[in-house]
T-cell receptor
């Protein structure tokens, strides 16, 4: 099993749709989790950290399920500008960051 | 500027040459990371520094790759005797501490002819 796995997609959704991505991780000792977005030929940009209690930032909601070892990202009311690749990042006990391969989202009119 | 700065933005060099890539982290960030990303691929972790120390160098692809960080600030990634498979975007990131979110520079696009 890969350390961090994501469905590569692409997820193709209309504007206004709600879409959710999952990211599974194998190291039960992992402590910190983040979501990034990466636009084509650009650097990754932090979207949000993922806290045990779950957290929300506008249209974006992130959740952590330690028992099943996955994190999720929910995007409500999708915009065209949300089209990007979404990367999950997991920090293990040694603080080595592991990035998922990313999930591609395409929002169409 | 306030962000992570990398130089050069682009580097084209001949196979067999040595290259040096530079990263200026955000001021006050103790952790600094190097990654590389080939076209259409995910991020490959290379090395991270906490202060000037690199706790884990196992991500470096071969002994042609080395990195150092001085003064808890600037870092350089050196690739000796470059090969065509070294062509990629090399990304640097820094974080205020090693368990905090990372902020990325724009990257150096390296092309080996």
């Amino acid at each position: 099993r890969k350390e961090v796995e994501q469905d590569p997609g692409p997820f193709n959704v209309p504007e206004g749709a709600t879409v959710a991505f999952n990211c599974t991780y194998s190291n039960s000792a992992s402590q910190s989790f983040f979501w990034y977005r990466q636009d084509c030929r650009k650097e990754p940009k932090l979207l949000m950290s993922v806290y045990s209690s779950g957290n929300e930032d506008g249209r974006f909601t992130a959740q952590l399920n330690r028992a099943s070892q996955y994190i999720s990202l929910l995007i409500r009311d999708s915009k065209l500008s949300d089209s990007a690749t979404y990367l999950c990042v997991v920090l293990g006990g040694s603080y080595i960051p592991t990035f998922g391969r990313g999930t591609s989202l395409i929002v169409h009119p | 500027g306030a962000g992570v700065s990398q130089s050069p933005s682009n580097k084209v060099t001949e196979k067999g040459k040595d290259v040096e890539l530079r990263c200026d982290p955000i001021s006050g960030h103790t952790a600094l990371y190097w990654y590389r990303q080939s076209l259409g691929q995910g991020l490959e972790f290379l090395i991270y520094f906490q202060g000037n120390s690199a706790p884990d160098k196992s991500g470096l692809p071969s002994d042609r790759f080395s990195a150092e960080r001085t003064g808890g600030s600037v870092s350089t990634l050196t690739i000796q005797r470059t090969q065509q498979e070294d062509s990629a975007v090399y990304l640097c990131a820094s974080s205020i501490d090693r368990d905090q979110p990372q902020h990325f520079g724009d990257g150096t696009r390296l092309s080996i002819l």
